[in-house]
């Protein structure tokens, strides 16, 4: 069985589109085992974007990663 990793990123939720992105998953078919809403700290932010860090965006992603709330899911 596959797994995938979803985030409903800050600027989504501030939208107040999580709810269409999240039946539009629903509706392909996907099935979510797991959800939570969280708010990632910076150090949580650079170690999952670590693949990144040399990037000149780097600082603006992780920023942003931190701005608000995400809903994350697998």
């Known amino acids: ?3 995938t990793f979803a985030i409903i990123k800050p600027d989504a939720f501030a939208a107040g589109n ?3 992105i999240l039946a539009r998953i629903y509706a392909e078919g996907f ?3 797991g959800l939570k809403k ?3 700290s910076k150090v949580e932010a650079e170690g999952f974007y670590y693949v ?3 990037r000149p965006f780097f ?3 992780t920023d942003f990663m931190c701005s ?3 809903i994350v899911m697998v």
Do not use: F, Q, S
Request: aromatic fraction near 4%; charge should be positive; proline fraction near 5%.
């Open 31 to 33: 099935k979510v085992v």
């Open 38 to 40: 969280l708010y990632l």
């Open 52 to 54: 990144h860090k040399a």
């Open 68 to 70: 608000g709330p995400c």
């Open 59 to 61: 600082g603006e992603l």
């Open 18 to 20: 999580a709810g269409k």
């Open 1 to 3: 069985m596959e797994r």
